[in-house]
């Protein structure tokens, strides 16, 4: 079976400062690693993934993910917070289109 | 190309009724999945469709259930409501042709039902 763990439930954060969300992920097959962002009332948006291509995965809004196999991890980045990636955000893993999601991370940016 | 939208976006029932939601997916997308999102067991996978077919099922009672047209709309009922009903229910459209592990689902804003 596959899992996701996202370890921390809120990251505060300064506008500007460098942003790192985390995720774990277990699983024993080959794995299609996933971030989305949710805002309030509204549905979730990709913000890009992983199959395969490049451990490095760039996607929309400055944001990025590693791939680390060695450590079963696919944290996301961005290297200066706006106001504006306040959300929620997910790391899912896909296991035959049925994602799983981890428990979500809320950013809050702070002024 | 339009995204996935789902109807109603709000929805109140009482204890006992069923309700039935509908998503319409992106054009040329085969694949529709459902989500139930709440705060306390987050987002977990309800089923998914492909070519009018159940293909996979998550861990829920046999009161969720759901279809899938020749027009790859689909429709997710929940029979004699329960409190615990109440989320945010998720739909997702990708194009389901690899066998979906490499697919990216793409969500529809989700429809809020209210159980009273």
């Known amino acids: 079976a596959q899992s996701v763990t996202q370890l921390d439930s809120q990251v505060p954060v300064f506008e500007e400062a460098p942003v790192e969300l985390r995720c774990n992920y277990s699983?024993?097959?080959?794995?299609?690693l996933f971030w989305y962002v949710q805002y309030p009332n509204q549905g979730l948006q990709l913000l890009l993934k992983?199959?395969?291509?490049?451990?490095l995965v760039k996607g929309i809004n400055g944001f990025e993910a590693e791939f680390k196999k060695s450590e079963t991890s696919f944290h996301l980045t961005k290297p200066s917070a706006h106001m504006s990636d306040a959300a929620e955000y997910f790391c899912?893993?896909?296991?035959?289109?049925?994602?799983?999601f981890g428990g979500g991370t809320r950013l809050m940016v702070k002024p | 190309k339009a995204g996935v939208t789902q109807t109603p976006r709000y929805l109140i029932k009482t204890r006992g009724q069923q309700v039935t939601l509908s998503c319409s997916p992106i054009?040329?997308?085969?694949?529709v999945s459902w989500y139930q999102q709440t705060p306390g067991q987050g987002l977990q996978f309800l089923f998914e469709?492909?070519?009018?077919?159940?293909?996979n099922k998550g861990n829920f009672p046999g009161r969720f259930s759901g279809r899938q047209f020749s027009n790859s709309r689909s429709e997710m009922n929940v029979s004699t409501l329960e409190l615990g009903d109440s989320a945010l229910y998720l739909c997702?459209?990708?194009?389901?042709?690899?066998?979906?592990?490499?697919?990216?689902?793409?969500f529809g804003p989700g429809t809020r039902l209210t159980v009273l």
């Open positions: 054009s040329g997308h085969r694949s």
């Open positions: 997702a459209s990708s194009l389901g042709t690899s066998g979906g592990i490499t697919d990216t689902q793409y």
């Open positions: 899912a893993v896909n296991a035959g289109n049925m994602l799983t």
């Open positions: 992983y199959t395969s291509a490049a451990t």
């Open positions: 469709y492909f070519s009018e077919t159940q293909r």
């Open positions: 699983s024993s097959v080959s794995v299609y």
